[in-house]
Structures are given as C-alpha cells and as structure tokens.
C-alpha cells in the first residue's frame, strides 16, 4: 500500500484500516505529498534522506510513490505482496491526467511487476460540482478498492498478469452516491501555458461536455467509476463484478443503502 499525500493522509488511514481484511499490509509513504509524480524514480535530492521503520510501515523523504511501490515489489523492504493498493487519493485522478497521477503511478508500476493494483481517488470536483476541500468521505472509496483488488485476482487470466485499475469515487456521504459504473477516459490533458513572467503554468484542458460514459461524465452524475488502466480482464466478468460489488456496497442501486458502509470505513486512524 501506498499513496501521494504524504504519510499522515487521512485517505490512507482509512484504506489501511480496511486493506486489514486481506490480511497485514505493508504500509509505504513519504513525510511530504508527492502528487503528479506519474511513474517517477528519481527524487530531487537523489538519495533518500531518512527512512522510519515501524513494524510493517514504512516513511520515506521525497520519494516518489512508484519508486515506493518498485522497492516493494523488488522484494527490498522484505517479502514481495501480493497485489496494491494505492490512495485514497485527495482529488479525482481522471481521463489522460491519471497517466501523471502519482497515485495511478504506483499501482502502474506494480501491474508491471505481475501484480493486481487498485488506484484510488475521492472526487472533490466533478461530483460536487466544484465545492472543492470538503470534510473526506473515504469509507466508501477504501471498501471499493479493497473489493475490487480481490475482484482482478479472480478475473485475471493467470498468476503475475499484472492488471491495474484507476478508480475514483465521488468525495459524498455514501447514501449520496448514485452507483459504480465501467468508465472510458474522458478526454482531459495535461497543458501548459507562459504567464506574463515567462514561467511555465501548468493546466488541464478538458473537452465540454465530456463523452457519456466517460470518467468525468460519470462522476458530475454522481457515479463511482472504475477504469481498467493496464492489462485487460474478461468484460462480461468485470461488468458482473462490479454490479455485485454495487449491490454490497450501495444496497443494489446506488444512493441509497450505503450509510452502513460510511459509519463502518469513514473513519480517521493515525499509523505510525
């Protein structure tokens, strides 16, 4: 397990706390946020400054959360696991924008080592209409992916097919959320512009409206969306999956049903 926001994040306590039911996690962060790390490696002061060990936690300086997940899975920080889970991440992770994501990153570079990983993101844009920064609502996304990295072991076709799937769920009150659906990426991209001062500004351009049954189209709906990023699993299985997966976890249709599931996970517990 890991994520971009830093080892305190509220979304990766309450994904660790409910990754318990797989089993033990392994625990990866760094003190600071590392987001729009994508794939990286390499970090700006070129070694690891400091490194805190507690039990099956671990706290790194200024590393990039794929470089976290390659330790991992490299067997470096002992026994390879056996498949990722990586957020909550604050902020939706949508459309080409994830590929810069350092939450999608890391569950990237797990896949690329045969393992099945999950990426996910709490939207706080799209779903709420642009009410940005409200009180976390994780429950929901941490129960998600824990049900859907147990999904892609089933669906994938053999043993160290690496399959990773980017996942964003609407930053609402469970009860709030209309359902879990299949997304395409929406055509959102990266784009940069020159300010008055010469420096580079970073952007995203976003296609209006956004194609239906995209991403971003899903979301503004209010729909959790489940995106397959790396490898392919069998469509009919995945679409099955998913629904039985809306049926536990939002009562069979969305808003509605769901409020067990936010008292349950929708909780803070400080690691480390």
């Known amino acids: 397990m890991a994520n971009d926001d830093g080892a305190d994040a509220h979304g990766l306590s309450v994904l660790t706390a409910a990754a318990a ?23 700006p002061g070129g070694d690891a400054r400091r ?19 390659a330790a991992a899975c490299s067997g470096a920080l002992g026994p390879a696991p056996d498949a990722a889970l990586v957020g909550v991440n604050h902020g939706p992770n949508v459309g080409g924008m994830a590929a810069h994501s350092g939450t999608v990153g890391a569950a990237l570079t797990a896949a690329a080592h045969g393992l099945p ?20 609502h994780h429950g929901l996304a941490a129960a998600l992916a824990v049900r859907l990295v147990s999904l892609v072991e089933r669906l994938r076709r053999r043993e160290g097919e690496g399959i ?11 009860e709030q959320v209309a ?3 299949i997304a395409v990426p929406a055509r959102a991209l990266p784009a940069a512009r020159l300010d008055a001062h010469g420096a580079v500004r970073p952007g995203i351009d976003i296609d209006e409206p956004p194609d239906p049954g995209s991403d971003i189209a899903l979301l503004r709906d209010g729909f959790a969306t489940v995106t397959v990023v790396c490898g392919a ?24 049903g769901a409020a067990a599931v936010a008292r349950a996970h ?7």
Request: hydrophobic share 40%; net charge negative; no cysteine.
């Open 21 to 43: 039911a797989l089993g033990p996690p392994l625990v990866l962060a760094n003190d600071i946020g590392w987001t729009a790390a994508g794939t990286s490696l390499r970090f």
């Open 51 to 69: 490194i805190i060990r507690d039990g099956d936690r671990w706290t790194f300086a200024d590393t990039p959360p794929a470089l976290l997940a």
């Open 117 to 136: 990983a999950v990426a996910v993101s709490s939207d706080d844009v799209h779903a709420t209409h642009g009410a940005e920064d409200g009180p976390p």
């Open 164 to 174: 990773a799937l980017n996942v964003n769920v609407p930053n609402l009150p469970a």
């Open 179 to 181: 359902g879990i659906r």
């Open 233 to 256: 699993l069998p469509e009919r299985g995945l679409r099955d999956g998913v629904a039985a997966i809306e049926r536990d976890l939002l009562g069979g249709g969305g808003r509605a």
């Open 266 to 272: 929708n909780h803070s517990t400080r690691i480390g």
